[in-house]
């Protein structure tokens, strides 16, 4: 089996493994593998979207999307006047 060697991780992401490790009873070794096996096996969900737009979207657009009522048009109001 190969052996990996990480250099300079930043120690806030040391804490993050520590703490993850803890949280599911194994080493940080055993998360660590268990997170790349996790990240390289194509099982993982799809990443989050970036925006509010294509968030919407993923959860729609699977059931064939969504019909909205529009609200009546108003008549446009006339534009303020600043006369003294």
């Given at each position: 089996?190969?052996?990996?060697?990480?250099?300079?991780?930043?120690?806030?992401?040391?804490?993050?493994?520590?703490?993850?490790?803890?949280?599911?009873?194994?080493?940080?070794?055993?998360?660590?593998?268990?997170?790349?096996?996790?990240?390289?096996?194509?099982?993982?969900p799809d990443r989050a979207p970036d925006n509010l737009y294509d968030a919407i979207r993923a959860i729609v657009e699977p059931i064939g999307g969504i019909e909205?009522?529009?609200?009546?048009?108003?008549?446009?109001?006339?534009?303020?006047?600043?006369?003294?």
């Amino acid at each position: 089996m190969a052996s990996v060697t990480i250099e300079n991780i930043d120690e806030t992401l040391v804490q993050r493994l520590e703490a993850r490790a803890a949280a599911h009873g194994r080493s940080i070794e055993a998360e660590a593998k268990d997170i790349l096996s996790a990240a390289l096996s194509g099982d993982t969900p799809d990443r989050a979207p970036d925006n509010l737009y294509d968030a919407i979207r993923a959860i729609v657009e699977p059931i064939g999307g969504i019909e909205l009522k529009l609200a009546p048009r108003q008549p446009v109001r006339d534009p303020p006047t600043f006369d003294l």
